[in-house]
């Protein structure tokens, strides 16, 4: 059952221009929400988070917006650089729970 | 400050064998949970130890089975190997148990069964 989907796969973004990640999850019971960032060789590295109480979230460079009514959520990136390049992840759980759902990623490039 | 770290980076076993990897947390989280990845899919759940507890189990046969000690680091074992185990299996560590903490990840251990 793939509650969390990220739909595409792959993205690809001229360096400086925004880059937005999208995510879909089915579980209403979900209220907190991550973006996990990985790349080859390491360990999903968290980027950032949100919880079903706000509907946005901003961390430097990184905003993450909540849509509960339509169960999306997206990540925004500004300005794309080229260190990021990498597999990005949403992940999806309840309060009560410390088990999380991950989404398949999406691989983003940024190019020069 | 160390992060969390996994052990053997990687292994290579054989069908019907079986396997031991190990995690150590970031000191003073005291939640150990345990993620499969296979390629082109995104981490799964399979166990979460909190204070020595177990807290969750994910969708896994009974061949895989862990623990975590008095000083919070943590095995994974999986009997009975099957080529579709191979993966990488990321170990992850939080402050909390609950859902709003977040995971902080390993680099994983990644697993060949042949």
């Known amino acids: 059952d793939q509650q969390v989907k990220q739909n595409s796969p792959s993205l690809s973004v001229q360096e400086g221009r925004i880059s937005i990640l999208n995510c879909d999850y089915t579980?209403?019971?979900?209220?907190?929400f991550l973006w996990y960032k990985k790349y080859p060789a390491e360990g999903p590295t968290f980027l950032i988070s949100?919880?079903?109480?706000?509907d946005k979230n901003e961390d430097g460079r990184f905003t993450v917006f909540l849509n509960k009514s339509a169960k999306h959520l997206s990540l925004h990136i500004v300005p794309s650089q080229p260190g990021d390049y990498a597999v990005y992840f949403c992940?999806?759980?309840?309060?009560?729970?410390?088990?999380?759902?991950f989404g398949s990623g999406t691989k983003l490039n940024v190019k020069p | 400050d160390a992060g969390v770290t996994q052990s053997p980076t990687h292994l290579i076993k054989t069908r019907g064998q079986h396997v031991t990897l190990r995690c150590s947390p970031i000191?003073?989280?005291?939640?150990v949970s345990w993620y499969q990845q296979v390629l082109g899919q995104g981490p799964q759940f399979i166990f979460q130890?909190?204070?020595?507890?177990?807290?969750g189990r994910g969708n896994f046969p009974d061949r895989f089975s862990a623990r975590q000690f008095p000083n919070y680091s943590s095995e994974l074992n999986v009997n009975a190997l099957l080529l579709g185990d191979s993966a990488l299996y990321l170990c992850?560590?939080?402050?909390?148990?609950?859902?709003?903490?977040?995971?902080?990840f390993g680099n994983g251990t990644r697993l060949t069964v042949t």
């Open positions: 992850a560590s939080s402050l909390g148990g609950t859902g709003s903490s977040p995971l902080h």
């Open positions: 579980n209403s019971m979900f209220d907190y």
């Open positions: 949100i919880s079903s109480i706000k």
């Open positions: 992940a999806a759980s309840r309060y009560n729970f410390n088990k999380f759902y």
């Open positions: 000191s003073g989280h005291k939640s």
């Open positions: 130890y909190y204070e020595k507890e177990e807290r």
